[in-house]
């Protein structure tokens, strides 16, 4: 079936994951595209490789490519720009382990501080080679097509009505919201986001699965397809305007 859609949630570094996923969709043709949502590092051991993967995606499949910015890459591009501590040094956020896959070193363990010489570099993200800061700057921050409106986050209200992604006036918005009244109150053209982890959102209100809260959420008319990819979880995608589900677990 031409013309067909697979949107892949956040995958944080976890190379095999999104080789495990894409090995399960069908083959693609020109007339297809995949609508990557955004975070493709940290957390996960090899950011390297699934940058470099991603970015030579295009040249490797006849589908259109979209990749997305996801709150990661907008960070990252933050603290090379001007820094944010509060952003690289807590653990959970998975910065060091996005370094080391760059310039080498142990996978970090779970509550692991930098090293004293690793400190300046992830501070600075100087690590990041030139090309690869300026692949994340010109990520746009949402895609749109026939079958739904794809950003990393969800939509933020603006006078009193759920905004159109060209219509928002900081479209950061689009990669860091996390509002439970999207999730739940959204109406409009379908939306499918990352960002939040399906477990984090209410499993009463999904109709795909709501006995399994790790499984992709859906509600009236918002998918969410971060399972936890890079943080112990799996990596999903949904083919449009069939909705199939593939998971990497």
Not at 125 to 131: D, T
Not at 179 to 197: A, I, M, Q, S
Request: hydrophobic fraction near 40%; aromatic fraction near 10%; charge should be negative.
């Amino acid at each position: 079936m031409a013309g067909r859609t697979f949107a892949i949630g956040d995958i944080h570094g976890d190379i095999a994951q999104l080789f495990i996923l894409l090995s399960r969709l069908p083959t693609l043709d020109r007339h297809d595209t995949i609508v990557f949502l955004g975070d493709y590092l940290d957390r996960g051991p090899h950011s390297a490789r699934v940058v470099d993967y991603v970015r030579r995606l295009p040249y490797e499949t006849p589908a259109k490519v979209v990749a997305l910015r996801g709150n990661h890459e907008d960070a990252w591009l933050r603290v090379v720009e001007r820094g944010w501590p509060g952003f690289v040094m807590p653990p959970l956020n998975g910065c060091l382990a996005a370094m080391r896959s760059y310039v080498g070193g142990p996978i970090p363990a779970e509550e692991e501080e930098p090293q004293e010489h690793e400190k300046e570099p992830l501070l600075r993200g100087a690590f990041f080679p030139r090309e690869v800061v300026q692949w994340m700057q010109a990520l746009p921050h949402f895609y749109e097509d026939e079958h739904a409106l794809y950003v990393h986050a969800g939509l933020p209200k603006k006078n009193g009505r759920w905004a159109h992604p060209s219509e928002v006036d900081d479209p950061t918005a689009l990669l860091w919201l996390r509002d439970e009244d999207f999730f739940v109150n959204y109406r409009g053209k379908l939306v499918v986001f990352g960002h939040t982890t399906t477990t984090c959102l209410p499993p009463e209100l999904s109709n795909y699965t709501p006995d399994d809260p790790t499984d992709l959420w859906a509600g009236v008319n918002v998918i969410g397809i971060d399972t936890g990819c890079g943080k112990g979880g799996f990596l999903t995608a949904v083919e449009f305007p069939a909705l199939h589900v593939y998971e990497s677990r």
